[in-house]
């Protein structure tokens, strides 16, 4: 026993002395940006407010969009020509990579972190991949009630192991349990409403929006008692038969849910709508700056920013929810396709396409903290989207 005591001091020692020379850092404070045009991402840092890497080779990353594992390390990238990419944050490099299909337009990831779903619009459906090695488990061809393939919108992940996902052309909301993997369980919802076309969960997991392009209003299902099936709410979102032009369809995942309430982007008007988050019913409009694609809640809830589509790309309002009122109005430059808050809201990122940077802004004083580089850079997505529902 004695012999062996220096050799165990030894050993820890070296242990410790290997430790502190790693160059050890969590994730919690990076994220991603998409440069489109060069099918790349830049790997940003919150804390410093600098950009670490560009990892290249991703594909066509037209309208992409990221999840994370649930350890926060890995950036699932969904790329718009079927590529699915997991990105190691920390070794700065593409762990693997896939084409899965033809044409994909996003993804999730399972509760527990070990499935990543794929929405395609060629084939039509939802592969299931598994989170580690990308190797396919599961199929899920969208074949509707009418018998026909459709394209798959507005894929999230859901509590209790399930995604939800809507049927473009079928008009069908499709909810598939994941318990069992290879054989999903799937509970379908025919008639849910004409061409939805994005499809949004509020944070707490219960209720799945659809935004349907064909009619107005959205098809809204309880995911706690399915039973109860797909009502319509928010008949005011919509275009109600004019012929408005509509420029960019407001993203549902821009939704802006907070205190209790939505804010959402009124169909080809210059309004934003805050709704009831219990009745589904319209509170209030607020008149905006031009036809709005995205309203980001700051994590606190008292503020939600908002960007435009053209002409008005150019502009972000932020609307402060107690007053009801726009308390600031921003020119950041042109092209503002995306925003996203730091974890805490003392930072909110924009990126702005046409000018090939990102700007970064103090939403206490609205003055703008920070300039970097990024090539044609779209979504802005940061790590803590990995312990979010539906994100």
């Known amino acids: 026993m004695r012999a062996r005591i220096p050799v165990l001091f030894l050993l820890a020692l070296g242990a410790l002395t290997g430790c502190a020379g790693t160059n050890l850092r969590g994730t919690g404070d990076l994220g991603v940006v998409i440069e489109r045009a060069s099918g790349s991402v830049q790997i940003l840092d919150t ?84 989170a580690d090695t990308l190797a396919l488990i599961a199929d899920i061809p969208a074949i509707g009630a009418d018998g026909a393939r459709s394209k798959v919108v507005g894929l999230v992940d859901a509590p209790g192991q399930r995604f939800v996902f809507s049927l473009f052309e079928a008009g069908e909301i499709w909810v598939a349990d994941m318990h069992e993997p290879k054989r999903p369980l799937l509970r379908k919802f025919a008639a849910a409403g004409k061409e939805p076309y994005d499809g949004m969960i509020t944070s707490d997991g219960r209720h799945y929006a659809a935004g349907l392009f064909g009619e107005d209003g959205v098809a809204l299902l309880d995911l706690w008692n399915l039973d109860t099936g797909v009502k319509r709410a928010l008949v005011e979102f919509g275009r109600h038969g004019e012929k408005l032009p509509v420029y960019k369809m407001p993203h549902l995942e821009g939704w802006a849910a907070t205190g209790g309430r939505i804010v959402l982007p009124a169909v080809g008007k210059h309004e934003v709508i805050i709704a009831d988050q219990t009745s589904w019913k319209e509170i209030a409009r607020v008149p905006v700056a031009g036809q709005a694609v995205f309203a980001v809640a700051r994590p606190d809830g008292r503020q939600v920013w908002i960007n435009f589509a053209f002409p008005d790309n150019d502009t972000v309002q932020v609307l402060d929810l107690p007053s009801q009122r726009i308390v600031q109005t921003l020119k950041p430059g042109k092209g503002v396709l995306h925003l996203e808050f730091s974890p805490r809201g003392e930072q909110v990122w924009l990126s702005l396409r046409d000018e090939n940077r990102i700007e970064i802004y103090d939403p206490d004083t609205f003055a703008r903290i920070g300039t970097l580089p990024a090539q044609s850079p779209s979504g802005i997505f940061f790590t803590v989207r990995a312990h979010r529902i539906g994100l």
Do not use: C
Request: hydrophobic letters at 35%; glycine letters at 14%; proline letters at 1%.
């Open 47 to 130: 804390s410093r407010r600098t950009s670490l890497a560009k990892v290249e080779g991703l594909g066509d990353l037209s309208h992409a969009s990221v999840s994370y594992s649930r350890d926060a390390r890995y950036a699932y990238v969904f790329g718009r020509d079927g590529g699915l990419s997991k990105i190691d944050l920390l070794t700065q490099r593409i762990d693997r990579r896939i084409i899965q299909g033809g044409n994909s337009i996003g993804g999730a990831i399972s509760a527990d972190g070990k499935l990543v779903a794929v929405a395609n619009y060629q084939p039509g459906g939802v592969k299931v991949f598994d």
